[in-house]
């Protein structure tokens, strides 16, 4: 008679605190042991050699979710949850997004039944609200938070997103009030607009001109901004997919005033440039997401803040449009002029692959950083600890075991997204996820996915803590 449904023999468990060599007994897809010897379970997964981490968490993908241009995500819950389960993701928490005119609820219930019997791995859902109108105001976001929607992405930019100054002040003062997480894209539309106006004027239309549009100044003024306007609020916030120096001399700045300011960047800021717009024909559209790549010496600079504590997440800003695809990239044709080519690139598989060989095995950041940087600090922030991210008796069985040695060298072809090409395709990286375990079953093994679509669960999250935490606010653990 087995003691647990599965032990996980002969690791190296790290979590956002500790490194041990210890087993993992398994019981009903919780962790329910951890010592060094552990008695016998029905499966036995040998960890020789490997790290056990808990299960990334990736805090923000857009999954089947219509863009404010009109194009499709290639992804839907199907592909997206097994893309991220064989990167090493175990929860994905997507977004159910408003737009304008739509009943906030009616979106929510939607984008369930968008998941329903499709997710391999657990997902939670953030709101984007772009219509806080006065039913959404007063009944539906304060009801769906009670529900276990606690985080939502207002946008200061795009025609059809962007909140003026009043409305996030309002936002604000009900998360607040409510205890919501609010989660800012930042940057100034009137200056994008200016700027994209004048450089389509002068016939600037190559995929490169939308790294120039989207100036990084413009950056640097919204995020100041959303941080002013959090202050006054006295409310955390968190600025998402911060790409550039100039906003994070923003986050310093409001991390050194004790502000509870939280920030997140993603992979596409510490491997991709400028220099990849510009690539010859239509290519430099691969790479088109906002805020852009920027210069390659900005690359270090996000890596050095990141080592230094100013980003409490990395997620991938997932935002999957095919290439060669009308419905894609291509959607106003191979020589649209910039404005017109969908924002976002894809990133859910190999988030992780990219965080470990550059941060660990770069030297740049411990086990334990990337740990929390990848999972832990995302369950705290969004409601889901201890549930979600981390490894201790009495979680979730949420668990990715990594070689740490092994080399790979991305390609389109290995990833399980609906993709037909990687923004990272070539690039070679050290430290894999072998397998990936969601509550205990495997979800991934050797690169081939596992898992019955629908297995996957929807979280509701709990309310942010919005007390101030004990030590800087500002550090990644
Ligand atoms: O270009 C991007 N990042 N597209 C996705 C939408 C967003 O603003 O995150
Ligand atoms: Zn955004
Ligand atoms: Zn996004």
């Not at 996000?302 to 095919?322: C, E, M, N, T």
Request: glycine share 10%; with cysteine.
């Amino acid at each position: 008679m087995a003691d647990f449904d599965v032990v996980i023999r002969n690791g190296t468990v790290a979590t956002a605190a500790d490194t041990v060599r210890c087993e993992v007994g398994i019981r009903d897809g919780k962790v329910t042991a951890l010592a060094e010897r552990l008695g016998p379970g029905s499966e036995e997964i040998d960890a020789s050699g490997h790290l056990v981490l808990p299960g990334g968490i990736d805090t923000h993908c857009h999954i089947d979710q219509r863009s404010s241009m009109g194009a499709t995500n290639a992804d839907d819950f199907r592909s997206g949850s097994i893309s991220a389960a064989c990167g090493g993701t175990t929860t994905i928490m997507p977004f159910a997004a408003q737009h304008r005119g739509q009943s906030l609820r009616t979106v929510v219930d939607d984008y369930h039944k968008r998941a329903e019997g499709k997710a391999v791995i657990d997902y939670a859902f953030h709101l984007i609200i772009s219509d806080p109108s006065e039913v959404v105001m007063k009944e539906e976001l304060p009801a769906l938070i009670r529900d276990g929607y606690t985080s939502f992405k207002i946008y200061m930019t795009y025609d059809a997103l962007k909140l003026d100054d009043s409305q996030m002040l309002a936002i604000f003062a009900l998360a607040r009030r409510e205890g919501a997480m609010v989660m800012v894209h930042a940057e100034n539309h009137d200056c994008l607009a200016w700027l994209t106006e004048q450089l389509l004027a002068a016939g600037h239309t190559a995929p490169k001109y939308h790294g120039v549009a989207h100036h990084s100044a413009a950056e640097r003024e919204a995020t100041h901004r959303a941080i002013t306007l959090a202050e006054i609020v006295d409310l955390p916030i968190l600025i998402v997919h911060v790409s550039g120096r100039e906003a994070v001399e923003q986050l310093r700045w409001a991390q050194g005033r004790d502000l509870r300011i939280y920030a997140e960047t993603c992979p596409q800021y510490l491997y991709l440039s400028a220099e990849d717009m510009d690539r010859p024909g239509f290519e430099g559209a691969k790479f088109v997401c906002s805020p852009p790549p920027r210069e390659r010496a900005n690359q270090e600079f996000i890596w050095r803040a990141l080592q230094g504590g100013v980003f409490k997440v990395v997620s991938s800003d997932h935002a999957p449009y095919r290439f060669d695809d009308p419905e894609g990239k291509k959607m106003h044709g191979d020589s649209a002029p910039f404005k017109k080519i969908p924002n976002g690139i894809p990133g859910l598989e190999v988030r992780l692959p990219l965080l470990f060989s550059g941060g660990v095995n770069g030297g740049r950041i411990d086990l334990n950083a990337f740990v929390a940087l990848s999972a832990t600090n995302a369950a705290k922030l969004y409601g889901l600890y201890p549930q979600k991210g981390t490894i201790a008796v009495g979680s979730d069985a949420d668990i990715a075991i990594w070689d740490p040695q092994r080399e790979v060298t991305i390609s389109v072809d290995m990833l399980h997204d609906n993709m037909d090409y990687t923004p990272y395709e070539g690039i070679t990286v050290k430290g894999w996820p072998v397998t990936t375990l969601s509550r205990g079953e495997v979800v991934c093994t050797a690169g081939e996915p596992r898992g019955q679509p629908g297995r996957g669960r929807f979280l509701p999250c709990a309310k942010p803590d919005m007390a101030r935490p004990a030590g800087s606010s500002s550090a990644a653990r």
